[in-house]
């Protein structure tokens, strides 16, 4: 045996199992959740589209969506760097486009939203970057993925084992 077969064997001998498969008990939720994600993917640029699903997964603690938004991302050209600064992007700056940062922004005041609102100048950011359609994408892109997120913290769906579609 290897060192890295050993040390493989190591992390995955603690991973735990999903909780409950909630696309089986109710089909037709997850259908309509996979309908969702449809909708709010269309027409909006799928690098922003990645970020914000990074960004909130990271928010959200949800281990399944952050490997498999990171997989899709690296998939679709995204760069290693931008990924791995996308935690602390406020001091990273300029890795991102201004619009990016804005959408970023407006994530994480509607992942979190601890003040019970989101603020206006985060709102007024994000709108001076984005016409009302495009604002409206980036707003349903932030709702989908925090209930996706919802439902993969609850139900532990377990990382590491996503394959992008497009690799």
């Keep these: 045996m290897t060192t890295t077969e050993s040390i493989e064997q190591t992390v995955y001998a603690h991973e735990h199992a999903p909780r409950l ?3 089986e008990r109710l089909p ?3 259908r309509a959740m996979i309908r969702l ?3 709010a993917a269309k027409d909006i640029d799928p690098t922003l589209y990645h970020l914000i699903k990074l960004r909130a997964s990271q928010v959200n603690r949800c281990a399944f969506c952050i490997d498999m938004h990171s997989k899709d991302a690296l998939a679709e050209g995204e760069s290693v760097e931008r990924i791995v600064q996308l935690s602390a992007w406020e001091e990273s700056r300029h890795f991102y486009t201004e619009r990016e940062l804005a959408a970023l922004a407006l994530t994480e005041a509607v992942t979190v939203l601890t003040d019970g609102f989101v603020p206006d100048e985060v709102y007024a950011r994000a709108a001076a ?3 009302e359609t495009e604002l409206a ?3 349903a892109a ?3 993925i925090n209930a ?3 439902i993969g913290v609850t139900t532990r769906l377990t990382p590491g084992h996503y394959t992008p579609r497009t690799a």
Aim: glycine letters at 0%.
């Design 21 to 23: 498969p909630l696309a």
């Design 28 to 30: 037709e939720f997850y």
């Design 37 to 39: 994600e449809t909708a």
């Design 129 to 131: 970057h984005f016409d």
């Design 137 to 139: 994408r980036v707003i």
């Design 142 to 144: 932030i709702v989908t």
């Design 148 to 150: 996706w997120n919802r």
